[in-house]
C-alpha cells in the first residue's frame, strides 16, 4: 500500500491540544519518504517567552530504557550475557530471586517493584528531594528490594524502573565502563546523534534546551521549572538527553537493522499486551502500538519531570516521529501529545 502522507495540520491540532492541556509547548518532527517536517507550538521558556525549537534538546525519559536495550542486546551478539540466564550469574548476589532472568527485565516481567511510585508519591516534594541526589544503581535497587515484588519471575508485565536501573548495573560490569561510555560507542557516535548526550550526573542541559515546567499534585498550583536536576533516580532508565531529529535518526536507524543483527531485532520486536487494549505491546526495552489504520509504531514514550516524549518508527523505518511537551504529571497533556502517532503515521482520514 503507498505510504500515506502524514496530516501535518492534525499534528499540530495534537500540539495545540497539549497546550490547552497544560503543555507550555511542543513540538513533533516526522521523518518520511518525503523528507523531514518539524512543527512547534508555544514556549520553551517561560521566563524569557522564547518560542519552542524542533533544534532544542530535552530529557527523554524512558526513552533511554530503548538505548540500554540496544546496548545490551549487542552484548549478547557479542557472547557476554545470554537472555534466558539468570541475572543473578552476572551480578551474583544481587536479587532475591535467582529465577529472575535478563530477558525478565527487558520485558518488565521480573516483578522487581517500581521504587519511583514511593519516591514520587507525592510530585513536587518527592521531586525536590532528589532532584541533586547522586544514587548509586544499589541504592536504586535497594529501593526496590525493601518492597514487596509485583509478580513471579515470568508471570505477567508490571513496568518498573528497576528492571532497566539493573540492566544498566549489568552493562557496567560486563564492560568495565560507565553506561556513558557505551551510549557513546555503540549508539550516539556511529548514528552521528550530535544533540544526544549522557551526562549523568550533571544536572544542566547543555546548548539550546527546552525548559521542563513539573505540574504540582494540587490543582491550579503554579508550574515547578524542573529543567535542572541529575535524573540520579532513573540513570540508564531514563537519563538521556537528546533533539527531535536525533530520535528520529535512532528509531529509524534501529528499525532499519542499524544497530542489532535482524535476529536480535525480530527477538527486541517480538511482543507481548501491556494493557487489555490489544494495541499496546512491550518488546526488549520496546514498546509497539497498533495504530487505527493498522499501522504498527515501534519505540518508546517517556515521562521524566517537565518532559512527555514519544519517539516510534515503522517496522521498516522509513518513518519516524518524535514528538515533546515540555509538562508532566498531567496525563491529559500526555494524551494530546500521543494524538501526533495517529496523525503522522495515519494520515488524512479518507474524506
Ligand atoms: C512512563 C514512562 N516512564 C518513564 O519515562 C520513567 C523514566 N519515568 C517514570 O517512571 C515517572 C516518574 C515520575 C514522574 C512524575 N510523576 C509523578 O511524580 C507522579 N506522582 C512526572 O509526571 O513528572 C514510560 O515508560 O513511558
Request: proline content about 7%; glycine content about 10%.
Given at each position: 500500500t503507498r505510504t500515506?502522507?502524514?496530516?501535518?495540520?492534525?499534528?499540530?491540532?495534537?500540539?495545540?491540544?497539549?497546550?490547552?492541556?497544560?503543555?507550555?509547548?511542543?513540538?513533533?518532527?516526522?521523518?518520511?519518504?518525503?523528507g523531514p517536517r518539524g512543527r512547534a507550538v508555544g514556549v520553551r521558556d517561560r521566563e524569557s517567552g522564547t518560542a519552542m525549537d524542533t533544534r532544542a534538546r530535552f530529557r527523554i525519559g524512558s526513552v533511554s530504557k530503548t538505548?540500554?536495550?540496544?546496548?545490551?542486546?549487542?552484548?549478547?551478539?557479542?557472547?557476554?550475557?545470554?537472555?534466558?540466564?539468570?541475572?543473578?550469574?552476572?551480578?551474583?548476589?544481587?536479587?532475591?530471586?535467582d529465577r529472575i532472568t535478563v530477558r525478565h527485565l527487558l520485558t518488565h516481567r521480573s516483578g522487581l517493584a517500581d521504587y519511583t511510585d514511593a519516591m514520587f508519591n507525592e510530585t513536587v516534594p518527592g521531586f525536590e528531594?532528589?532532584?541533586n541526589r547522586v544514587f548509586s544503581y544499589q541504592e536504586l535497587v535497594d529501593l526496590s528490594l525493601a518492597e514487596p515484588r509485583t509478580t513471579e519471575p515470568g508471570a505477567a508485565y508490571a513496568y518498573s524502573n528497576t528492571n532497566f536501573v539493573v540492566v544498566g548495573m549489568l552493562i557496567e560490569k560486563l564492560t568495565g565502563r560507565p553506561v556513558a561510555e557505551a551510549y557513546q560507542r555503540r549508539i550516539i557516535k556511529p548514528l552521528g546523534l550530535r544533540a544526544t548526550a549522557y551526562v549523568h550526573p550533571d544536572t544542566r542541559i547543555k546548548g539550546t534546551h527546552v525548559r521542563g515546567y513539573l505540574h504540582p499534585d494540587e490543582a491550579g498550583a503554579p508550574l515547578v521549572d524542573s529543567t535542572q536536576q541529575t535524573v540520579s533516580w532513573a540513570q540508564s532508565a531514563g537519563a538521556v538527553i537528546s533533539s527531535p531529529a536525533d530520535?528520529?535518526?535512532?528509531?529509524?536507524?534501529?528499525?532499519?537493522?542499524?544497530?542489532?543483527?535482524?535476529?536480535?531485532?525480530e527477538a527486541m520486536t517480538t511482543v507481548t499486551p501491556t494493557d487489555g487494549t490489544n494495541t499496546r505491546f512491550y518488546g526488549l526495552g520496546l514498546r509497539r502500538y497498533d495504530?487505527?489504520?493498522?499501522?504498527?509504531?515501534?519505540?518508546?514514550?517517556g515521562t521524566v519531570q517537565g518532559y512527555y516524549t514519544y519517539a516510534f518508527s515503522t517496522r521498516d523505518g522509513r518513518r519516524s516521529l518524535s514528538a515533546l511537551a515540555n509538562t508532566s504529571n498531567h496525563g491529559a497533556a500526555n494524551t494530546a501529545l500521543g494524538g501526533t502517532l495517529e496523525a503522522a503515521f495515519c494520515g488524512k482520514r479518507p474524506a
Open positions: 500515506p502522507a502524514p496530516d501535518m495540520a492534525g499534528v499540530v491540532a495534537a500540539l495545540e491540544s497539549a497546550m490547552a492541556n497544560g503543555a507550555p509547548g511542543a513540538m513533533a518532527r516526522y521523518v518520511g519518504p518525503d538505548f540500554s536495550s540496544v546496548v545490551l542486546l549487542q552484548l549478547v551478539e557479542e557472547g557476554r550475557l545470554k537472555l534466558d540466564t539468570p541475572v543473578n550469574t552476572y551480578l551474583e548476589g544481587l536479587l532475591p530471586d528531594a532528589v532532584r530520535l528520529n535518526t535512532f528509531t529509524s536507524a534501529l528499525m532499519r537493522g542499524r544497530l542489532l543483527s535482524p535476529a536480535t531485532l495504530l487505527s489504520c493498522g499501522t504498527r509504531v515501534y519505540g518508546h514514550t
